[in-house]
């Protein structure tokens, strides 16, 4: 089918091409769900009579932890990118290892345990961190997300509503997409920072029903100060922003 670019897009989805990339997710604070009117659970041997709810018990925590490590371990012994839980990603930017335990992942003692590495540790980590193509994406991607979001293609007309008015409520990155668009601008946007990276992506409304711009701005392995990376990104949503405003028909 030929594509807006001339290029033919070929899109392939079976049972036998070889799997290349997937995440794996992480079994901590999984629970039995309440009861709904699809899904009923009786499970009483395991201590989840009808109409109970709540945290698995900790034993089956940790045996679940143990074989989705061993899984991730062994897709990447096969040569398949996997990527990782948030906690994972920051654990690893940091150079924390092991990820710590449950007990210990509330934000203070997880605050705690990343400022006990050693600088030397941690730096080498982050450089590792860097290029690390796990967890990551590129702007026109993500451009290319956004646009099926706000086609309502890439999830149902409701959960589309939804997320797009999270984002319009997005309470980060007010000096990045939002920074020096004229004020009352609505921007449906996500912040990203960790280390070097500092990100921000949306949607900007064009005032007057001239339309809507996608940017998908992303900094990386900058050593330039927050505020002059934030700059950057204001910039460029403002050039896109008032080009699109002006050159609209």
Known sequence: MPGKNGKTVVSSWNEWDPLKHVIVGDATGTMVQAAEIAVQRDWPADGFPAGTYGPYPEDMTTQAKE??????????????????????????????????????????????????VA???????????????????????????????????????????????????????????????????????????IGKTLNDVGIITLPNGAGHVIVAAFVKKSDRPDAERERAIAEAARAAHDYFLFTSK
């Open 67 to 116: 074989q989705m490590d061993n899984f991730a371990k062994l897709l990447e012994s096969r040569g398949i990118r996997v990527d990782r839980p948030t906690l994972h990603v920051i654990a690893d930017w940091r150079g924390l290892s092991p990820v710590p335990a449950e007990e210990e992942r509330d934000p203070a003692k997880y605050g705690e345990l990343l400022d006990s």
């Open 119 to 193: 600088e030397e540790k941690a730096a080498e980590a982050e450089r590792m961190f860097e290029d690390d193509p796990r967890d990551t994406a590129t702007p026109r991607a993500m451009a290319a997300l956004l646009e099926k979001i706000w086609k309502r293609e890439a999830l149902t007309p409701a959960s589309s509503d939804l997320l797009l008015d999270i984002m319009k409520r997005c309470r980060t990155g007010a000096g990045r997409l939002k920074g020096i668009l004229p004020e009352g601008t609505e921007v449906a946007h996500k912040t990203g920072t």
